[in-house]
C-alpha cells in the first residue's frame, strides 16, 4: 500500500515557476514507477510526466517537454515535478500516481494523490 501526498500548488502569473511535491508513505516507493497528470475542469485526466522505479527513464508529454522537470528522490520517498515557463493552459488540478510501470495511461497507476490545484494567470 502506498499513500501519496501532492503539495506546491499555488496562483501563478504566465511566465512564472512552481515546483509540486508528492510525499509517499510505504518501504516500497523505491519499486515504484511515478507518474504526474493533470485534469483541468470538464476534460479529462491527461498525462503530463513520468518515471522508471529508478528515475534512469523519464519523458514528458509535448504539451509540457522543455518547461517541466520530473525527479525522483527514493531516500526520501518523495518525486517532484518543476515547472517553469507555465501557461494559462496549464491550469488543472495535478496528481501525482504509483503504479508497477511508467506508463502514459491513467489506468497503468494503482494508487493516486487527492491532487493539488495550479492555476496560472495570464
Known amino acids: 500500500q502506498v499513500q501519496l501526498v501532492e503539495s506546491g500548488g499555488g496562483l501563478v502569473q504566465a511566465g512564472g515557476s512552481l515546483r509540486l511535491s508528492c510525499a509517499a508513505s510505504?518501504?516500497?516507493?523505491?519499486?515504484?514507477?511515478m507518474g504526474w497528470f493533470r485534469q483541468a475542469p470538464g476534460k479529462e485526466r491527461e498525462f503530463v510526466a513520468a518515471t522508471s522505479w529508478s528515475g534512469r527513464r523519464t519523458y514528458y508529454a509535448d504539451s509540457v517537454k522543455g518547461r517541466f522537470t520530473l525527479s525522483r528522490d527514493n531516500a526520501v520517498n518523495t518525486v517532484y515535478l518543476q515547472m517553469n515557463s507555465l501557461k494559462p493552459e496549464d491550469t488543472a488540478v495535478y496528481f501525482c500516481a504509483a503504479g508497477p510501470t511508467d506508463t502514459v495511461v491513467p489506468l497503468g497507476y494503482d494508487y493516486w494523490g487527492q491532487g493539488t490545484q495550479v492555476t496560472v494567470s495570464s
Open positions: 510505504g518501504r516500497t516507493f523505491s519499486s515504484y514507477a
